[in-house]
């Protein structure tokens, strides 16, 4: 036998030390070689069998038998056999019969043992760039595919013309957190690996499924099946195991959708399905959104609104405006709403900006704006012999992941010398189950040191009662959603209902009532027998500007309300 290290041996592993990422890939490289050294190792037959356990990048295991070469003249019984152990604890084993008639020598045999040695360097080099190629690729958590393996593949469609066939569908877990303090952390994974297996199992060659992290998901799905696919997502069921009990489950997600076309960019692709589930999760009433342009050109303003924000802040466009709080049995000034505008080319009204300031978290700093404007107002009034009446300052519920929170409000107050018994926070109603616990310390602390609380929308998410039971508010706000439909015309009114219910189950715990959006007398009226305490609304008074409503503190305090104003 000639020594391995020849031309011919030499060109064998050139051509078989390419860049290859499977093993069976790489077994039929080998084979299509061998005929360059059988000659040179009397070789007259090559197998391969390879059995690779169950694991995350290989979720049904792999089993290969292969014949890599078989010589036109024969093989004989002579068996040299050499197995190999991989590192996730499979087998790969080779074995080699001599030609019909050749025996194989002790030293023939040593060079044997170096081919399969060989054989197996290559194919442990093939598995390892194969999971290396994969772990860049996958998700850890679940195998499914992460973002880099989704853009090849969404890249590779359109290379291929065929991406118009696809739409893309962006799918996020409706209250997950909340799942998760429920069955912990751990079942939380299994949520999630559950939910990716079975929609993999699902689409089948009909689509691609990626998570992309958290509870996001991405997936391109053939547009044929794509309401089946819907239909499949809003029926996604599983039993989990929680201290020893069976915990049935019910995912409920939230979807953007875009119909792809010919011509769609990977921008498209990645970007627009997004857009729409962004809109999905502010929605109330929908769980499913398809894209439309107008999508895009919102955020393309919501993100100008977002970059002008910090220099707007900087240079003090925003202004304080007040809006008059009455009480409802004496028709007096009883306190004040504190409101942000924005002074650009025009006023800009909250609306148009508080909701994108919430998504992205700059609303913290907008909140201490107002609250150190209002407080240097106090001041000057006080200054100045004019008494305020109660103020109150709105205070996002994303302040309440920051620990510091009250003492950065008290620091505050206590720099500019502000009686306490002057301020109130008020705080959109919790509807977020995990900051519960941390709005309950909050709301203590603000009490210790003589500062009021209300909560904003009242009536309007799932929390209500546990709020009204637990929270020891001093002030809730009805919703305006439910004065709106208190009319004279209405008979049979689900809002009065709910209106009186709710003011009178606070009157007994001892919480104030203020109603927000008032506009007519009839409103007023029912209100005021209903027993709430106090209103606020166009009845009385729009938001003022800081002058206007100067003139009203040192003028009459008193509303006419026989006129609509």
């Given at each position: 036998?000639?020594?391995?290290v020849?031309k011919?041996?030499?060109?064998f592993?050139?051509?078989?030390?390419e860049?290859i990422?499977?093993?069976?890939?790489?077994?039929?490289?080998?084979?299509?070689n061998?005929?360059?050294?059988?000659?040179?190792i009397?070789?007259?037959?090559?197998?391969?069998?390879?059995?690779?356990?169950?694991?995350?990048?290989?979720?049904?295991?792999?089993t290969?038998?292969?014949?890599s070469?078989?010589?036109?003249?024969?093989?004989?019984?002579e068996?040299?056999?050499?197995s190999?152990v991989?590192?996730?604890?499979g087998?790969?084993?080779?074995?080699?019969?001599?030609?019909k008639?050749?025996?194989?020598s002790?030293?023939?045999?040593i060079?044997?043992n170096?081919?399969?040695?060989?054989?197996?360097?290559?194919?442990?080099?093939?598995?390892?760039?194969?999971?290396?190629?994969?772990?860049?690729?996958?998700?850890?958590l679940?195998?499914?595919?992460?973002?880099?393996?989704?853009?090849e593949?969404?890249?590779?469609?359109?290379?291929?013309?065929?991406?118009?066939?696809?739409?893309?569908?962006?799918?996020?877990?409706k209250?997950?957190?909340?799942?998760?303090q429920?069955?912990g952390?751990?079942?939380?994974?299994i949520?999630?690996?559950?939910?990716?297996?079975?929609?993999?199992?699902?689409?089948?060659?009909?689509g691609?499924?990626?998570?992309?992290?958290?509870?996001?998901f991405?997936?391109?799905v053939?547009t044929s099946?794509?309401q089946?696919?819907?239909?499949?997502?809003?029926?996604?069921?599983?039993?989990?195991?929680?201290?020893?009990?069976?915990?049935?489950?019910?995912v409920?997600?939230?979807?953007?959708?875009?119909?792809l076309?010919?011509?769609s960019?990977?921008a498209?692709?990645?970007?627009n399905a997004?857009?729409a589930?962004?809109?999905?999760?502010?929605?109330?009433?929908?769980d499913t959104v398809?894209?439309?342009p107008?999508?895009?050109?919102?955020?393309?303003h919501d993100?100008?609104?977002?970059?002008q924000f910090?220099?707007s802040?900087?240079?003090?466009?925003?202004l304080?405006y007040?809006?008059?709080?009455?009480?409802?049995?004496?028709?007096k000034l009883c306190?004040?709403?504190?409101?942000?505008?924005?002074?650009?080319?025009?006023?800009?009204p909250?609306?148009?900006f508080i909701?994108?300031?919430e998504?992205?978290?700059?609303?913290?700093s907008?909140?201490?704006y107002?609250?150190e404007?209002?407080?240097?107002?106090?001041?000057n009034?006080?200054?100045r012999?004019i008494?305020?009446?109660?103020?109150s300052?709105n205070?996002?519920?994303?302040?309440?992941?920051?620990?510091?929170?009250?003492?950065?409000?008290?620091?505050?107050?206590?720099?500019?010398?502000?009686?306490?018994h002057t301020?109130?926070?008020?705080?959109?109603e919790?509807s977020d189950?995990?900051?519960?616990?941390?709005?309950?310390?909050f709301?203590?602390?603000?009490?210790?040191n003589?500062?009021?609380?209300?909560i904003?929308?009242?009536?309007?998410?799932?929390s209500?009662?546990?709020?009204?039971?637990n929270?020891?508010?001093?002030?809730?706000?009805?919703?305006?959603s439910l004065?709106?439909?208190?009319k004279?015309?209405?008979t049979?009114?689900?809002?009065k209902?709910?209106?009186?219910?709710?003011?009178?189950?606070?009157n007994?715990?001892?919480i104030?009532?203020?109603?927000?959006?008032?506009?007519?007398t009839?409103?007023?009226?029912?209100l005021?027998?209903?027993g709430?305490?106090?209103?606020?609304?166009?009845?009385?008074?729009?938001?003022l500007?800081?002058?206007?409503?100067?003139?009203?503190?040192?003028?009459?305090?008193?509303?006419?309300?026989?006129?609509n104003?």
């Open positions: 036998m000639q020594d391995l020849s011919h041996f030499a060109q592993f050139d051509n078989v030390s860049s990422y499977s093993f069976p890939t790489m077994m039929q490289r080998i084979s299509e061998l005929h360059l050294i059988a000659d040179d009397h070789l007259g037959r090559y197998s391969t069998t390879f059995t690779l356990p169950i694991s995350k990048y290989e979720p049904e295991g792999l290969n038998s292969t014949v070469y078989t010589s036109e003249k024969g093989f004989g019984e068996v040299f056999e050499k190999f991989t590192a996730e604890g087998v790969v084993t080779t074995k080699l019969n001599p030609i008639g050749y025996t194989w002790e030293e023939e045999k060079s044997l170096h081919l399969c040695l060989l054989s197996f360097m290559l194919c442990s080099r093939t598995r390892l760039m194969g999971l290396m190629y994969k772990v860049q690729r996958s998700d850890s679940t195998g499914a595919l992460n973002s880099t393996g989704f853009q593949i969404a890249g590779s469609l359109i290379q291929d013309g065929v991406i118009g066939q696809y739409s893309t569908v962006f799918t996020n877990i209250n997950f957190k909340i799942i998760n429920q069955v952390g751990h079942n939380g994974d949520v999630i690996q559950n939910l990716c297996n079975s929609t993999n199992e699902f689409l089948g060659e009909n691609f499924f990626s998570r992309l992290g958290g509870d996001n991405l997936a391109l053939k099946i794509l089946k696919y819907l239909a499949f997502l809003q029926d996604i069921n599983m039993t989990l195991q929680v201290r020893g009990k069976e915990f049935p489950l019910h409920e997600v939230k979807t953007g959708i875009c119909n076309t010919p011509q960019t990977m498209e692709v990645m970007t997004s857009l589930l962004n809109v999905a999760k502010k929605s109330a009433f929908k398809t894209f439309s107008e999508m895009f050109e919102q955020t393309m993100k100008r609104i977002a970059s910090h220099d802040l900087e240079n003090q466009e925003f304080v007040y809006q008059p709080k009455v009480d409802l049995n004496t028709s306190g004040c709403e504190a409101l942000a505008r924005w002074k650009r080319d025009k006023i800009i909250p609306a148009e909701p994108i300031l998504t992205e978290g700059s609303i913290r907008l909140d201490f107002i609250l404007s209002v407080c240097k107002d106090l001041r009034w006080l200054d012999g008494q305020p009446v109660l103020t300052v205070f996002s519920k994303i302040h309440l992941s920051n620990l510091k929170l009250e003492d950065e409000i008290l620091s505050l107050v206590s720099r500019y010398q502000i009686p306490k301020l109130e926070i008020e705080l959109t919790l189950y995990q900051y519960y616990d941390r709005l309950v310390a709301v203590t602390c603000m009490h210790d003589g500062i009021h609380i209300s904003d929308d009242f009536g309007t998410g799932y209500s009662i546990k709020l009204i039971k929270l020891q508010a001093d002030v809730i706000k009805l919703d305006k004065i709106d439909n208190i004279i015309t209405a049979h009114n689900p809002d209902i709910v209106s009186n219910a709710i003011i009178k189950m606070a007994e715990l001892n104030s009532v203020i109603a927000e959006g008032v506009e007519t009839y409103q007023a009226q029912f005021k027998q209903a709430c305490a106090m209103a606020q609304g166009y009845l009385y008074n729009k938001p500007t800081h002058d206007e409503y100067e003139q009203l503190l040192t003028g009459n305090r008193t509303y006419d309300t026989k006129r104003k």
